[in-house]
T-cell receptor, first 112, second 112 residues
């Protein structure tokens, strides 16, 4: 199946610093979703992007979908301790029924 | 409240003793899937189901079975568990394979 590469695997930031995680695919994606998993919790849907070049914002979070629909990013401005967790991208391509392929996630660690 | 319910949340078992992890959703979703989550490997799909009596293998199906006799339920069956199946398991449901996935709380399985 398709592969979705996500980097970095870990990111340590000081509280108040910005954070970005990137998701890349070698194939064109139909859409991309982002999820957040708090420590000890389950993945929770954040957003879905479907259009080439799409940019969406949720408060301090900015999501982008590349023009070629092969990459995406999640940027958090001025991180807070509540942002701690693992952020996953998940993508679909083509018409398959196998659903979402998840990246391996980026663990965000925030130092106060 | 829309939810996906998994049971049990924690399970320790011995090699070879058959077990079932239940999953139920109350959103009338047609698409359901099972994932396992392991450190450094992210979320990998085990099996998915497009509708009642329609199931198919995901990326890591070996050693697992599923059934979909009713729309709301999608149990995961380990006929003869082995230690390499020690993992955190998540059930998820979506309206379609490409829409937002709702995850259960997770089942942490240890096979000794």
């Amino acid at each position: 199946g398709q592969q979705v590469m996500q980097i970095p695997q870990y990111q340590h930031v000081q509280e108040g610093e910005d954070f970005t995680t990137y998701c890349n695919s070698s194939t064109t994606l139909s859409n991309i979703q982002w999820y957040k998993q708090r420590p000890g919790g389950h993945p929770v849907f954040l957003i879905q992007l479907v259009k080439s070049g799409e940019v969406k914002k949720q408060k301090r979070l900015t999501f982008q979908f590349g023009e070629a629909k092969k990459n995406s990013s999640l940027h958090i401005t001025a991180t807070q301790t509540t942002d701690v967790g693992t952020y996953f991208c998940a993508a679909t391509s083509g018409g398959g029924a196998d659903g979402l392929t998840f990246g391996k996630g980026t663990h965000l660690i925030i130092q106060p | 409240e829309a939810q996906v319910t998994q049971n049990p949340r924690y399970l320790i078992t011995v090699t070879g003793k058959k077990l079932t992890v239940t999953c139920s959703q109350n959103m009338n979703h047609e698409y359901m899937s099972w994932y396992r989550q392991d450190p450094g490997l992210g979320l990998r799909q085990i099996y998915y189901s497009m509708n009642v009596e329609v199931t198919d293998k995901g990326d890591v199906p070996e050693g697992y079975k599923v059934s979909r006799k009713e729309k709301r339920n999608f149990p995961l069956i380990l006929e003869s568990p082995s230690p390499n199946q020690t993992s955190l398991y998540f059930c998820a449901s979506n309206q379609t394979p490409r829409t937002e996935a709702f995850f259960g709380q997770g089942t942490r399985l240890t096979v000794v």
